[in-house]
């Protein structure tokens, strides 16, 4: 299946972390095995229908390192979008909307759904993205006014081993 990009855009994926064990240290969390095949499922998808040029940022909790490792790619971790990271944080890291090509962030909740309802609705809100699902967004330019699209939302548990 070709990508889901178009020319002229900038594409953001919005990857949560997967299923991680509880503990008293948030940055030192662990994926359970039940998150690590969460995290292989997603990056077995996003890599057969990723973008051609993507940056994948990610959070240096140990749980969302885990889950970019699944994608077996090159990522940069930012310490300034981890698990008390405000919208604006992620909008500056990710260079929304202008970055060329696409930006993956791998982060956590609320700060990810609050940017999703930021850029689909104008408003920021508490939406909800499950643990290790993804969201996929546009940004595009049509007849001179700037759309937000949501291209994708896809919880692990609908996709296949």
């Not at 594409?11 to 969460?38: I, M, N, S, V, Y």
């Not at 940056?55 to 240096?60: C, Q």
């Not at 930012?78 to 990710?94: D, F, N, Q, Y």
């Not at 909800?128 to 939302?153: D, F, H, M, P």
Request: with cysteine; aromatic share 4%; charged share 25%.
């Amino acid at each position: 299946m070709p990508p889901l990009m178009e020319n002229n855009s900038m594409d953001l994926l919005l990857w949560r972390h997967a299923e991680a064990e509880e503990g008293e240290d948030d940055f030192k969390r662990r994926l359970t095995g039940r998150g690590q095949q969460q995290a292989q499922r997603m990056a077995n998808w996003i890599l057969g229908h990723q973008p051609k040029e993507m940056r994948i940022i990610v959070s240096p909790t140990v749980r969302t390192q885990q889950t970019a490792k699944a994608l077996k790619l090159p990522f940069e971790t930012h310490r300034k979008i981890g698990p008390e990271a405000c919208v604006s944080e992620l909008i500056a890291a990710s260079d929304w909307p202008t970055a060329k090509g696409a930006v993956l962030i791998i982060g956590h909740q609320p700060s990810l759904g609050r940017l999703a309802s930021l850029l689909l609705s104008g408003h920021e809100a508490d939406w909800t993205i499950k643990k290790g699902a993804l969201w996929w967004l546009s940004n595009r330019a049509r007849r001179g006014e700037t759309q937000t699209v949501l291209r994708a939302v896809l919880p692990c548990e609908m996709l296949e081993d």
